[in-house]
């Protein structure tokens, strides 16, 4: 099997190393314990949950494909004040101050709590082919069935094409246990007043407590084969990966990596008006094998927001699950969702795989091209990189603004730019294995480019720029000229945008971001006791483009 699941002797010592694990996985065998095993199950819990809408006027599309039952409607539950993912309730082991006794006691005490509750447990797999699958198990008291079921449909739930894939899997390695994760949003703690997501990362465990929104636990399941797959010599991305063939027969593989709100899904499922034949790996979560340069799809659905998806629109047709969202009823008196964020901010839904017609889980031909997602106002539209170095070291140095999927602790500037490397906020490995990994491939000939997706010295990139450069450049037409002769970057002549490197005031500015860049990775030989310093090189090379930029 791709991790372990059950022990002996020798396997047990490898795998459990601290008592958080055997804390955590106790849990789900409790005599207060139930099992849900089907989608049908599952739906059927959700639907009963006390709170949930059942969108009688959205039918959910193909249902029996889900293995769902037949008319089985989309069904909306929404939060209370928070509805986005809260950074600062995390905490993981081997991090400065994280204290794994006290930890495990407060776990101790959390499961102690749930008691006199029923439990429900779902198990999954993550990966979706047979190089790298990991089976993971949530534990979640009654009340929060919706959150289960999302779960289920948002991971490929076990069932028994997947079952038999995963008994024919590789094993990961021989430490690497299955992944357990159980999660109480009512209990609270006054040293905690965010709640708390902990995580055991090499113990391949996390309980998420005092926290509602579904994408915690997502996000956290994410986090542990993430996990897995970096210490195991993957590329753990946090992306879109996407397969284009043009009418010549060029094929074209890239690669997008951007927080939520930067275009990632955008350009990932863009069509391109039929251009080209075009197949998807995922928008959200994959992993890329360094070596052989293949990439697996680590989920079969979309949890995207739905602002711009208003009434009546395509998309919402392959909505299985919402959240967050409000609802309104037909002049036949069928209930329908409203999105585009007028409840609140970040309106959620899992859509179905079905959305995608060129879906796929795999992709075996190498990747060619990373192109790394920012919304950075001194930063051309388009630039390319050259040297692995600098590729490597600007996609640590990703610049980006938060947005309402992010719940932000008091005082954090919401409008600030900020670094969030590799676009990855939920690594628990040190931050250089990432580093390696992407100069890895890049040295070994796969394409780097930064995108601007936001505005280019108060000029908006539009949609329509982004995807008439990546037209460009998958069709091998980009003429790029030097970008103020700064060592490894080039951008294009775009007529609606005035790109001057020349020019003080700008040329000033953009020096600036440099040093912030520069400042960010000098931080990290000494933030969080140093877990996250990269090698001198990525020093060196910011520290080189902000001399030449005086």
């Known amino acids: 099997m791709a991790t372990i699941g059950a022990y002996d002797a020798e396997s047990f010592g490898r795998v459990h190393k601290t008592p958080v694990r055997t804390t955590v996985e106790t849990l789900f065998y409790g005599n207060n314990v139930e099992k849900v095993r089907a989608l049908k199950e599952a739906y059927a819990l959700a639907k009963a949950s006390p709170g949930t809408v059942e969108l009688t006027g959205m039918s959910v599309y193909r249902p029996e494909e ?37 930890m495990a006691g407060l776990l101790r005490e959390a499961v102690y709590g749930l008691r006199g509750r029923t439990l429900y447990t779902a198990d999954a797999y993550v990966g979706l082919d047979e190089d790298f699958m990991v089976k993971a198990h949530l534990a979640l008291p009654r009340g929060f069935e919706n959150n289960l079921y999302s779960w289920m449909l948002n991971f490929q ?22 992944i357990f994760i159980f999660a109480d949003p009512d209990w609270t703690h006054p040293d905690f007043p965010l709640g708390l997501a902990f995580f055991s ?74 251009k080209y034949d075009i197949t998807v790996l995922h928008d959200d979560a994959l992993v890329v094998n360094v070596r052989d340069k293949y990439a697996i799809a680590l989920e079969p659905s979309y949890f995207d927001k739905v602002q711009d998806y208003p009434i009546g629109c395509e998309a919402n047709r392959y909505l299985v699950t919402m959240q967050n969202c409000g609802a309104t009823v037909t002049p036949d008196g069928r209930r329908i969702a409203v999105t585009e964020d007028l409840r609140n901010g970040n309106g959620r839904a899992v859509k179905s795989r079905l959305w995608t017609p060129n879906r796929i889980d795999r992709i075996d031909e190498p990747l060619n091209a990373i192109f790394w997602l920012m919304r950075d106002p001194t930063i051309p539209p388009v630039l390319k990189l050259e040297g692995s170095s600098l590729g490597a070291v600007m996609g640590a140095t990703l610049a980006t603004k938060r947005t309402s999927a992010e719940r932000l602790a008091p005082g954090v500037d919401p ?73 490894g970057m080039r951008t294009l002549e775009l007529p609606d945008f005035d790109i001057d490197p020349k020019d003080e005031a700008y040329r000033g500015q953009l020096r600036a971001r440099f040093q912030d860049r520069l400042d960010f990775v000098s931080s990290r030989a000494e933030e969080r006791g140093g877990i996250d310093a990269l090698p001198d090189d990525a020093r060196e090379v910011l520290q080189q483009l902000v001399d030449e930029m005086r």
Request: charged share 20%; net charge positive.
């Open 66 to 102: 889900l293995e769902l039952p037949p008319g089985a409607n989309v069904l909306l539950f929404n939060d209370g004040t928070i509805f986005g993912r809260t950074a600062a309730a995390r905490r993981i082991v081997g991090h400065p101050g994280v204290d794994v006794g006290r």
């Open 157 to 178: 739930h076990d069932n028994e094409r997947y079952r038999g894939m995963y008994a024919r899997s590789r094993p990961v390695s021989d430490v690497d246990g299955d």
């Open 201 to 274: 990362p090499e113990e391949n465990c996390a309980a998420v407590l005092g926290l509602r929104y579904f994408g915690e636990l997502k996000k956290g399941t994410l986090t542990l084969a993430w996990g897995i797959a970096a210490r195991n010599g993957y590329a753990a991305c946090h992306g879109g990966l996407k397969r284009y063939t043009t009418r010549s027969g060029r094929k074209f593989v890239m690669a997008v990596f951007g927080l939520s709100g930067s275009g990632k899904s955008t350009l990932t499922h863009a069509a391109h008006g039929g």
């Open 415 to 487: 409008n600030a730019l900020v670094c969030e490397p590799y676009a990855n906020p939920f690594r628990t490995y040190p931050l250089g294995m990432d580093y390696e990994r992407f100069k890895s491939l890049i040295a070994d000939g796969v394409d780097c480019y930064v995108l601007n997706t936001g505005d280019f010295m108060g000029t908006k990139v539009r949609p329509a720029h982004t995807l008439s450069i990546l037209e460009a450049i998958v069709e091998g037409r980009a003429q790029w000229v030097p970008f103020g002769g700064f060592t």
